[in-house]
């Protein structure tokens, strides 16, 4: 079974500085996915950014990015300039390709302050 | 906002009732995932429905039971309702089922806090 450990419970970064948080995860798929999901003190579960296994380039979205290192098995998540709207839970989460279902697995969770 | 609905926002009910949450998902897409975060456990994934068809099932308790409409609105039923029940209850759609079929990012929706006292 697939499993996504996020090793960091509590990070704190001062504003405009950068940041990176860990994920690792376990399967025996080749081709999967992974994500980050930013979620605020709303609740509301937002979509930060997304990788496909199967590119070797690193994605990025503005200020996020992520460093993926497939056969390492992990998948950080680099926050450039942080603000203080950064603040939030972020879930590393992984879907697998091998199923007819794009359920996905979270990771614990890392709580994230950014500190003015 | 991400055009996932889910009502209630707030449900606060005794242990063994019954509840029902629903989602209406984004417009054109057709798979609705329920997902359950606690303090305990997580994030976990409880059920995936694609077009009316249960697709996938996670830990859902046998007291929970879920459907999705012609409609494609998705209602999540809780019954026989205990203290370890109380956490916020997220419906997500996406396009297609599955990563091998179109687009399969999911949508979260603003999620439905449950409390059982």
């Known amino acids: 079974a697939q499993t996504v450990t996020q090793s960091q419970p509590e990070m704190s970064v001062q504003e405009a500085e950068t940041v990176t948080l860990s994920c690792t995860y376990d399967?025996?798929?080749?081709?999967?996915?992974l994500f980050w999901y930013k979620q605020p003190p709303s609740r509301q579960m937002i979509l930060v950014i997304r990788?496909?296994?199967?590119?070797?380039q690193n994605a990025t979205e503005n200020r996020f990015s992520v460093n993926f290192q497939k056969a390492a098995k992990s998948f950080s998540l680099k926050i450039s300039d942080s603000q203080l709207g950064d603040t939030a839970m972020y879930f590393c989460?992984?879907?697998?390709?091998?199923?007819?279902?794009?359920?996905?697995?979270f990771g614990q969770g890392t709580t994230l302050q950014v500190k003015p | 906002d991400s055009g996932v609905t889910q009502t209630p926002k707030h449900l606060i009910t005794a242990t063994g009732q019954r509840v029902t949450l629903r989602c209406s998902p984004r417009?054109?897409?057709?798979?609705v995932y329920w997902y359950q975060q606690s303090l305990d456990q997580g994030l976990q994934f409880l059920i995936h429905?694609?077009?009316?068809?249960?697709?996938a099932k996670g830990n859902i308790l046998e007291r929970f039971s879920a459907q999705q409409f012609p409609d494609l609105h998705s209602e999540l039923n809780l019954s026989s309702l205990e203290l370890g029940d109380s956490a916020l209850y997220f419906c997500?759609?996406?396009?297609?089922?599955?990563?091998?079929?179109?687009?399969?990012?999911?949508?979260f929706g603003p999620g439905t806090r449950l409390t059982v006292t």
């Open positions: 989460a992984f879907m697998g390709s091998g199923s007819n279902t794009g359920k996905l697995i």
């Open positions: 429905y694609y077009n009316g068809e249960e697709r």
């Open positions: 997500a759609s996406s396009v297609a089922p599955s990563v091998r079929s179109g687009s399969y990012e999911q949508y």
């Open positions: 417009s054109g897409d057709l798979s």
């Open positions: 990788q496909e296994a199967y590119k070797q």
């Open positions: 399967t025996s798929e080749n081709n999967y996915y």
